[in-house]
């Protein structure tokens, strides 16, 4: 059971090139949230998903989009990468909302981008 | 939404001494309440949670805190650090949703530095 897995763990852009993150649980949970850390800042919510081919916009959206093809995946996407963009990302995964343990969130081990 | 402050953005202390990290959220509203601890270059791990019950949660390492509803906090305490514990410690809330809605979310602190010194 690895839990929550990202993929890369480090990556370095040029301004203006395009990657894609991938984040991977095996507990089965419906929703996933992707975050970006930035010091002082603490944790700021980019986009979620409550299910399978479902996807929302979170508190810092703009420059970012998201999939949820597969209920076990994620995928974080950026188009056009921007220095803004450097920063600490990391995938979530909870069970539902249904129960008050469904609101703990699993964390994956981040991905450090770095955008020049 | 709800706010989330965490009062100290850096606590440094003596290696066996107790430590208390301050966070207060904003909304009345009912709610569940998390502390997460990242060590260096790692993801967010749980250390307590209240969701229910007793107003004072324990949590891994020898770590507790305290629902306050009327003062709307959940401080962190430990009576006796370790250098291990040397970490940046998140507070985060949630409100507490109508059963069916799907717009539950984890709002978080901005984070505060614990150091622990020999």
Known sequence: NAGVTQTPKFRVLKTGQSMTLLCAQDMNHEYMYWYRQDPGMGLRLIHYSVGEGTTAKGEVPDGYNVSRLKKQ????????AAPSQTSVYFCA?????VTPRGYEQYFGPGTRLTVT | AQSVTQLDSQVPVFEEAPVELRCNYSSSVSVYLFWYV?????GLQLLLK???GSTLVKGINGFEAEFNKSQTSFHLRKPS???SDTAEYFCAVSDIIPRGSTLGRLYFGRGTQ???WP
């Not at chain 1, 995946?73 to 056009?80: D, I, K, P, Q, V």
């Not at chain 1, 995964?93 to 909302?97: E, I, M, N, R, V």
């Not at chain 2, 990242?38 to 790692?42: E, F, M, V, W």
């Open chain 2, 81 to 83: 650090v370790h250098i």
């Open chain 2, 114 to 116: 614990l150091t622990v």
């Open chain 2, 38 to 42: 990242q060590y260096p270059n790692q």
């Open chain 1, 73 to 80: 995946n994620f995928l974080l996407g950026l188009e056009s």
């Open chain 2, 50 to 52: 209240y969701l229910s």
């Open chain 1, 93 to 97: 995964s909870s069970p539902s909302l």
